[in-house]
């Protein structure tokens, strides 16, 4: 016959507590090892910042790099850019009906391009074609014990390998963007023309209206911190990367994931910070 | 081995009470637990034990890849082990290490990666001239100069290893660390390393420290042999010694039985 014992509350009291002890002990590492991270990242940016012109002095390694990174991530750039444009053209019209004039439809494109797609779309896109890219390719080299002959050869990877791909990131954000921008705004402009009824002459003195160099300043300011986070982020989680495949697949994720927060992150620090008290 | 003088009170790297941990998903894992050793300027040294006993622990500590938890690391008279040793290049430069897949650099042509120190380390030096002491290694460890232009995918495991070793010398070290030269290798071309292993100390006059479970290649190019036993070096002899010890944890290793005690009988 079963029996319906109810259990002793002290022993349920001293699990409960033992349990939260645990957990709070987790949360506790968890943030630490955060925090020692976030430590990690920013004592490695100043250490590499600090390698810039022995790199430069390097140039046909930052050229393979800008080549490798920057020159082959075009027809990606070529593909989203000229169908965000697009897609931005159509909904701007559909909510433009027969409430604001057709006139400000390139106006609102291009801000919207300029100050928000443009950069952060850019910088996502290439946080899964430059981010995971460095890390995959560090981690490999840390799992192939590269980096360890590299320092036994006195060859210090952060100057070798870090200091070129971070170079080259903060470089090529700026002048894949101004390009993305560029074309994000043609799509808009030829699916105006061609499939929405919008003149030519319409949509580009509409460009032109509210037009403000300022844009562009914010935008590629944009571009160069999430080129900066995007290539630091990626050397990071490769050279912190665990053994195996297993290792560099999560190196890789790790990368992709958190260069799209902080992107997410630092554009709104930096439009709260550029774009708060203008036009006031 | 035969032929080159080694005086016993000159020791070139002393290894002092050393400890060292890690964590893994299992907890805390001691690999080193008090290793004591000294290696002589001059001689070849082999560390046997089994695998994941800590062998390439030894020698990344040697070479400042890593830092003890406990007891000291000291190259040519300087405690390296310290974390605030600034001087971590100066000695380095002395030391060369072979690593177990070779870890040649896979973007580089072999020519590349041998030139690759020489290039950065001597700056302006004539490319007439790195080109002549490529060929030159690349003799050394038996390639055609032809082999400069290929890439390291394009070779194999026992040519990956001779180009790493080319690469190792190119800097000149006083020191060379061979990590495990012979694993994954056919007999003979096992054989071939322990030769170049043997040529080089003989050519080059460096202090060789090998660590491998490879007990033909530990007899072959071993002036001592010590071996590591849980975390401790319970031995330390000649290829001789080590044939004759009645140590039984040593002669179950030498002769691979996977019982002690039919050893100790």
Known sequence: MATNRLPDPVAVLEAVGEQTVRSTRKVAGTVLDMLAAVGGVFAMCGRILWLFPQALGDPESVMKQAMDLGVASLPLIFVTSLFVGMVSAVSAKYQFRNVVPLKYLGTSVTKLVLLELGPVLTALVMSGRIGSSIAAQIATMKEKEEIDAMTVLDLPPLRYLAAPRILVGILALPVLTTISCFLAIAGAWGVCVIGLGVTSYTFLSGTRLFFSGYDVFVMEIKALVFGLLISLLGYYHGIHAGGGAKGVGEATMKSVVSSSVMILLFDFLIAFLLLRNTGS | ?265
Do not use: C
């Not at chain 2, 070139?12 to 290793?35: A, M, N, P, Y």
């Open chain 2, 1 to 265: 081995m035969p032929g080159v003088q080694i005086d016993p009170n000159d020791e070139i790297i002393q290894l002092r009470h050393l400890r060292k941990s890690f964590w893994t998903t299992e907890g805390e894992q001691q690999v080193l637990q008090d290793v004591t050793l000294s290696i002589r300027r001059g001689e070849t040294m082999v560390v046997i034990g089994v695998s994941g006993g800590g062998k390439s622990v030894i020698l990344k500590h040697m070479i400042g890849l890593l830092q003890p938890d406990g007891g000291e690391v000291v190259v040519e008279g300087r405690v390296i082990s310290t974390p605030d040793y600034f001087d971590a290049a100066t000695i380095r430069r002395k030391m060369g290490m072979l690593f177990q897949m070779g870890a040649l650099f896979d973007s580089m042509s072999v020519g590349e990666n041998i030139a690759f120190a020489l290039r950065e380390h001597n700056e302006g030096i004539p490319e007439d001239s790195v080109d002549e002491i490529v060929a030159r290694l690349l003799g050394l460890i038996n390639l055609n100069p032809a082999f400069a232009s290929k890439m390291p995918s394009e070779l194999s495991g026992g040519m990956k290893k001779r180009v790493s070793l080319a690469r190792t010398l190119a800097v000149e070290p006083e020191i060379v660390l061979y990590d495990e030269p012979t694993t994954g290798l056919d007999p003979i071309t096992a054989d071939v390393i322990n030769d170049l292993i043997l040529d080089t100390q003989k050519q080059f006059h460096v202090t060789s420290v090998v660590v491998t479970h490879d007990m033909v290649s530990a007899y072959k190019v071993a002036d001592r042999i010590a071996m590591l036993y849980q975390g401790h070096i319970i031995f330390v002899g000649t290829p001789d010694e080590v044939k004759n010890t009645r140590n039984p944890y040593v002669q179950q290793f030498v002769r691979g039985q996977r019982k002690l005690e039919s050893v100790a009988e």
